[in-house]
């Protein structure tokens, strides 16, 4: 079932979190007993978005991306990244290569003013609709955080769906930059508009907010994916991005999406790990 923002007010009315501290303690206690297993290691790389957001990035920094993000071991040649992550100019040089090797890939742009969001909506628009139109299957844009923290959150929900609009079937993954929104109440509000719009994904960050993803977030989140989907039927993914270093940092993720959203979840299709240079730390172990 869909619903529009007529639910919104009475969803996130009165809604408090007060066992966040103690899941979150729960799940750094559980990360140990999953770091010795290759299987999980292997796993998260499936599902890594390898990323490339810098403004120096060239065509044979991306096109060595994704050769990375094709074959991250050469000793495990079924292995490979949940998708590339690139700024739009970047996204033609990806497209041109995968075709060149005959090989497919899912292509994420930025894309929508990212990463600040403070451009006009029509450029916003259109740069969405340029990425897909170079290619990219999933669009990785950001909320209106001046919006937001008015308290507008009729207008991040309609800017949102302009944008699903403008991704013509291409993947939209929603960055909330929980970093900038304050407080927890904010981001299950945030959740919960992008969710609303068709979001297919909820992303925690840019990697540029000064805090990024963090557990604490990761819960708040999550708990709002777990009541859309009792409410509409429809599985919306997951995934925290910027500063995420450590095999540790990625397990921990892994454990809460298992606890608050169930085994389900645990599919590329669902749950993805934004992060630059994450996967050699764990190509060194596998
Ligand atoms: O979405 C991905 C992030 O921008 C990557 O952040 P990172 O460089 O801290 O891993």
Known sequence: MTFGFEVFAKEVEQVAFPKLEQTVADIKSKIPSLRSSKEELRKLVTYIDLTTLSGDDTRSRVEALVDKALAPTSSQPDLRCGAVCVYPARVADVTRHLKQLNKQLNVASVAGGFPSGQYLLITRLLEIQLAVKDGATEIDTVINRAAALDGDWELVYDELKQMKRACDGAHLKTILATGELKNNENIYKASFAAMLSGSDFIK?????????????????????????????????????????????????????????LGKEWLTPELFRIGASSLLDVIVKEL
């Open 204 to 260: 925690t960050s840019t990697g540029k907010e000064t805090v990024n993803a963090t557990l604490e977030v990761a819960y708040v989140m999550c708990l709002a994916i777990r009541r859309y989907f009792e409410l509409t039927g429809r599985r919306v993914g997951f995934k925290p991005a910027g500063g995420l270093r450590t095999i540790e940092d990625a397990l921990g993720y892994r454990i809460l999406i298992e606890e608050v």
